[in-house]
């Protein structure tokens, strides 16, 4: 589809007279492939493994395009491949610019086929490239939201002690009550602020909840 910028890619290897390997089928090849040199190979539709085979093969994946996130630089990472990217959208979270991968700031084949000769004097790293695609794995995003989820309980847990213990200095001390806005009847400043304790219990109780479900 056009906003994936296939014809960025090609015309950008075309050239430094890189080869280019293009997986997947769209209603875009046909123009692509008349587009295109010597040096492309369209392979179509394939199986996920041959995906895998050809990511590991290559000596960078590119996404020309921008993408909302987009799975196909986390995917080329695991297997140990930088990736070459528009430096918008969801590739600004999954590439690191400089260590697994490389970024170009504008969307002409200038700037992607100067991307494409910086890559190749990029030491690869295979443990940083696989340890950073790990980094969003469903497992590591359940521990950082308990971890998230801990943070908030421990914060609710001070705020409720110090209001009580507030209130337990102000016993004594009484304070207009207020009804809808209307002024009511007095009530000491203890009641007040430990209706506030009572209302944090229950945020504990459903945060406690919601940490109880992360991983469902």
């Keep these: 589809v056009p906003y994936k910028r296939v014809d960025l890619a090609i015309d950008a290897c075309q050239r430094i007279g890189a080869s280019l390997r293009i997986v997947g089928d769209g209603p875009e090849r046909a123009r692509l492939e008349a587009h295109a040199g010597p040096n492309v190979t369209f392979l179509g539709r394939v199986s996920n493994e041959r995906v895998r085979e050809e990511y590991r093969a290559a000596r960078a994946v590119l996404l020309p395009g921008e993408e909302d996130f987009g799975i196909v630089p986390l995917e080329a990472q695991a297997c140990g491949r930088p990736v070459v990217a528009y430096s ?25 086929s100067s991307a494409l000769q910086e890559v190749e004097r990029l030491p690869i790293d295979l443990n940083r490239l696989v340890a950073h695609a790990a980094s969003f794995s469903r497992d590591h995003h359940i521990e950082r939201m308990r971890a998230a989820i801990d943070d908030i309980l421990a914060l609710l847990k001070g705020l409720r002690g110090a209001l009580t213990d507030l209130a337990e200095q102000h016993a004594d001390t009484i304070m207009p009550g207020f009804t809808h806005l209307q002024v009511a009847q007095p009530v000491s400043f203890a009641h007040h602020v430990l209706a506030y304790v009572e209302m944090l219990a229950r945020d504990q109780q459903r945060f406690s909840q919601t940490r109880a479900r992360t991983n469902q």
């Design 88 to 112: 918008k959208g969801g590739a600004l979270e999954t590439i690191v610019d400089g260590e697994t991968g490389v970024l170009f700031d504008e969307p002409t084949a200038t700037s992607l």
